[in-house]
């Protein structure tokens, strides 16, 4: 097999806030991708609007950095190194971007948070990497925190290894030796420097910059190889779009050389072969995309001109095909009904609001082309679709970006996706890992035991904090942030990856409280809230418009009530409508689109709009619920 020494492809892999973004921005500009005087945002790879405002990763994405530093010259490349860089999601959710990204890779670069460890999304990066037989480096990042305890991270991430080796010894080989010589590195991404010798825990790594980290690189991520007398192969792993050239295919080159205006064979799922020509070769440099001429085996280009091509197809040699194999992902376990909006209020809004269910369908049509995790189903009713993802936040995520396209929805309450296994019904399992101060131990074990939750371990590591791991069904996740937060006050971390089927639990009790419904279409007045400000917690403000159905806030009490909070002041010829009279409101409390979807209850559903997001009872009736309610009264009698 020939070499391509001048070029590594790896992906930088993690749970979500352990550093992931802040690293590739500091190897950005340590290798002199930016000018002196440019201007860049923090975290320059997190590119789109929710991102920055969640903090997190969403999309996987490639940069391309050009190192020429002494690693590079004692390598045998004195011109220099391009290090094609997958900055990959760390949140479970986004599973589907993350086994995309390692199909592009020669390696991965772990990083773990110095004082946090390891935890499930690591687990389920590194599990993908193992299978993958990707040599793995270990960055222990943020060293610098003041609680910091980095020989304990480093023995945690090798004890996990080695149990992720041992799990998949069944279905693959594995090189035990390769693990045992897991390189380290210690790294302060935010100060943009990194080293092989451990520091003390809280202090800065010794070397002044990323040199450690760069030379790891080379050494250790092989060298893409290829055939030299194979046709050409290239993969298919991701889309994108120009404004000028249309769709884009990112893909990666394993054999073969793809050149601009070049006539190929392009191999789709549904097993045909189509000629098409390459109009324009892209490659990466830094954040930018530049015009490539050809490009060889190993490289990462985006090639335009294909304008129905998707993800896990393939280009090859027109003359000589051979196509790779498709991309594969794991199962979903979340789904919701999506359909447009049917309330009183659809379409009053504001003008441009996309409306129809064709409108919903294209777009939801045109989400498949690009999440290779996310399925499209046909309910019973024409203008709604079973919309299925990995978890609760990549389904909130798509309507909160249908939301901001303009569209105007009717969401459902999440719910789990089961199977049937050897006749019994079974739902789909979550590995919980839970840190808390050690005064909330109870009410966190009293939470999750409510929600079928099995503690497997939990763990004191002497600071005042405990970790614990549940196994609890996938089920019993939905709505718990909140309420999680709410018992610890805001500090609790919780995470959870996929961990498999088991038989159906058993009922869960979501919800204690029950819902305020608005019995009449009007105008929310200040009177009205004050005259049942004791019936419990608003989620409305005075003046919003308000319909038959509609939940306005959460009753003190278990059952629904149906309330009038659009009544106004008498008026006589004595007083006015506002005098006399202070009122001092307690704020609502205003739910996001994501807190909305939580708390909803089975018999209600989202409201979606640019503007506002509303819960509403799925019939909006009043007469027509009070009837089914006392059907299933006398039923269960």
Request: include cysteine; aromatic fraction near 4%.
């Amino acid at each position: 097999m020939a070499v391509r020494p001048d070029l590594r492809n790896v992906a930088i892999v993690a749970h979500v806030d352990h550093g992931k973004t802040t690293l590739v921005d500091a190897m950005l500009w340590q290798s002199g991708a930016f000018g002196e005087h440019s201007h860049v945002d923090e975290r320059a790879m997190d590119s789109g609007d929710l991102e920055r405002e969640k903090g997190i990763t969403i999309l996987a994405k490639n940069t391309a950095v050009r190192y020429g530093g002494p690693a590079a010259a004692a390598a045998g490349v004195p011109d220099g190194v391009t290090i094609n860089v997958i900055d990959t999601p760390g949140h479970a959710d986004f599973g589907g971007e993350v086994e995309r990204g390692l199909s592009m890779v020669d390696g991965v670069v772990l990083l773990v948070d110095a004082s946090e460890g390891p935890l499930p999304q690591t687990r389920f990066v590194l599990r993908k990497a193992l299978a993958a037989h990707l040599p793995v480096i270990l960055v222990v990042n943020k060293v610098d925190r003041p609680d910091a305890r980095i020989g304990e991270v480093v023995q945690e991430t090798t004890d996990l290894l080695l149990a992720l080796a041992g799990d998949l010894e069944d279905e693959t080989e594995i090189d035990l030796d390769a693990i045992l010589d897991l390189p380290v590195l210690y790294a302060s991404a935010k100060a943009g420097r990194a080293s092989t010798q451990q520091p003390g825990d809280g202090e800065l790594p010794d070397s002044p910059d990323l040199e450690p980290l760069f030379a790891t690189i080379l050494e250790r991520i092989p060298a893409p190889t290829y055939d030299d007398g194979a046709p050409l192969q290239a993969h298919v792993t991701n889309l994108d779009a120009s404004p000028f050239l249309g769709r884009l295919a990112l893909l990666r080159v394993f054999n073969g050389t793809l050149r601009k205006g070049q006539t190929v064979g392009w191999a789709r799922k549904d097993g045909t072969l189509t000629t098409v020509r390459i109009s324009e070769l892209l490659r990466t440099e830094a954040l930018e995309r530049v015009p490539a001429e050809s490009a060889g085996p190993g490289d990462i280009v985006a090639v335009a001109g294909i304008e129905e091509i998707t993800i896990g197809e393939s280009l090859v040699d027109a003359e000589d095909p051979r196509p790779l194999p498709l991309i594969t992902v794991d199962d979903p376990a979340i789904s919701m009904t999506i359909g447009i909006n049917t309330s009183p209020l659809a379409g009053k809004g504001g003008k441009g609001h996309k409306v129809t269910a064709r409108q919903v369908k294209a777009r939801l049509d045109v989400e498949l082309i690009g999440n290779v995790s996310l399925r499209v189903l046909p309910t019973e009713r024409p203008d709604a679709w079973e919309v299925q993802g990995r978890g609760e936040l990549a389904l909130a995520i798509l309507v909160e970006q249908m939301r901001r396209e303009g569209f105007e929805l009717t969401v459902g309450k999440p719910q789990v996706v089961t199977r049937e296994i050897d006749g019994k019904l079974h739902e789909p399992m979550e590995r919980m890992t839970i840190d808390v101060p050690e005064e909330f131990l109870g009410s966190v074990t009293q939470l999750l035991a409510a929600r079928k939750g099995r503690m497997e371990t939990m763990s004191n590591h002497g600071t005042g904090w405990v970790r614990m791991e549940f196994v609890v069904p996938a089920r019993g996740l939905i709505g718990f942030r909140t309420q999680f937060l709410t018992d610890t006050r805001g500090t609790g971390i919780a995470s959870s990856i996929a961990e498999g089927y088991a038989p159906w639990a058993g009922a869960i009790e979501f919800r204690t409280a029950g819902s305020l419904v608005a019995d009449r279409a009007g105008v929310v007045t200040s009177h009205a809230l004050m005259n049942l400000s004791d019936r419990g917690t608003f989620f409305v403000l005075p003046g919003a418009d308000v319909y038959e159905g509609m939940v306005v806030g959460e009753n003190a009490r278990a059952d629904d009530m149906d309330v009038n909070i659009t009544r106004e002041k008498k008026l006589n010829n004595i007083r006015s409508s506002t005098g006399e009279e202070l009122e001092r409101l307690t704020p609502p409390r205003l739910l996001t689109l994501e807190e909305s979807l939580e708390w909803a209850n089975d018999d209600e559903c989202v409201e979606v709009t640019p503007e506002i997001v509303r819960i509403r009872k799925v019939e909006l009736d009043q007469t027509a619920r009070g009837r089914a309610a006392s059907r299933a009264k006398r039923a269960g009698a």
